[in-house]
């Protein structure tokens, strides 16, 4: 979606959620019955995203209208994800309603928001901690010259589709997005609400109707769970003395969520991350601006409050 009215109101909300996060409910609820404040942006960002939504939901109706009334998923593979849930049978569900546009637009927001931020955002710190260890950024580099050599004719470009088992196996690369992310999780802190009373692994009882905090960043950097090297960045902990990759439980490595709630996305978030990743590394050395500030801001994803500067050099193949 390349509407900057789209981006600017995904912005406004997201800083009008973690607002809400820091007072007291009864204001925030009053502002936004009021139209005031930080609520009177959601309420604007909200009116965006019905009408820009509206537009592509309309289209895609017509799109698929236009090509009949074949509501099978026989060919789902040239599918999007938009057309997939306008044709979803519905009869084996009780919630879902494609014919609800607000069943729609909700779909579309929040694919938008899993994919946008997250993945911008963990590449972004990604880049950043590879260029202050370089050790780490010359053992990425090494592994991935073992890919396979890629046609240079323009008809053919290297592709991900092409080469996805040997994406699968960049072990270390793999490690140190996931050591990045455990230092800068792209959302920083998870909102749960119990649902009934009950008691945590700890030992702490919840009240029904609790709010509950995830801090997945400080999580990420307690001695207690990671050791005592946790706030140094480590790809190797991730990696076995075989040489595979060391799994660690939701429980503790919480960026990706747990349980029924793991992202579903996951994967196709790690092979996306290690495509930009192998693309940007094998055709640039990258070297960040002498002097810029790097600081976490607080919002709904982990953002830089300066962004990353960097200056890109072409690399040259013998």
């Known amino acids: 979606m390349p509407e900057v009215e789209f981006a600017e109101s995904l912005e406004n909300a997201g800083d009008s959620i973690v607002y809400r996060h820091v007072i007291p409910r009864f204001l925030w609820k009053l502002q936004n019955r009021m139209g005031l404040g930080q609520e009177k942006k959601m309420i604007e960002a909200g009116a965006t995203f019905d009408r ?102 323009q008809e053919r470009p290297w592709s991900p589709i092409d080469h996805k088992e040997f994406l699968n196996k960049l072990v270390y690369l793999h490690a140190a997005l996931y050591e990045a992310m455990r230092l800068y999780p792209p959302i920083p802190l998870e909102r749960k609400t119990s649902v009934n009373s009950d008691v945590l692994p700890s030992g702490h009882k919840i009240d029904a109707n609790s709010a509950i905090i995830f801090p997945i960043y400080a999580l990420g950097r307690m001695r207690s769970v990671w050791g005592e090297d946790a706030l140094e960045f480590k790809p190797e902990r991730w990696v076995s003395e075989t040489g595979g990759l060391r799994h660690e439980p939701s429980s503790k490595f919480f960026v990706f969520n747990s349980g029924p709630r793991t992202c579903s996305g996951k994967h196709l978030a790690m092979i996306a991350m290690k495509t930009v990743v192998v693309a940007i590394l094998q055709n640039y050395d990258i070297k960040l601006v002498k002097g810029h500030k790097i600081e976490p801001k607080p919002r709904l994803s982990l953002h830089m409050t300066h962004g990353l500067r960097v200056t890109l050099t072409k690399r040259y193949s013998a």
Do not use: M
């Open 52 to 153: 820009i939504c509206a537009k592509y939901i309309d289209a895609k109706r017509e799109e698929i209208r236009s090509q009949g009334t074949d509501h099978d998923h026989s060919n789902k593979e040239c599918e999007d994800l938009l057309t997939y849930f306008i044709k979803l049978d519905t009869s084996k569900y009780q919630l879902l309603n494609p014919n609800d546009e607000k069943f729609l637009r909700d779909t579309i927001v929040s694919l938008i928001v899993a994919v946008r931020d997250t993945t911008s955002s963990a590449l972004t710190w990604f880049f950043w901690l590879i260029s202050e260890n370089p050790n780490v950024e010359a053992k990425i580099r090494h592994e991935i010259t073992n890919l396979p050599k890629t046609a240079t004719s």
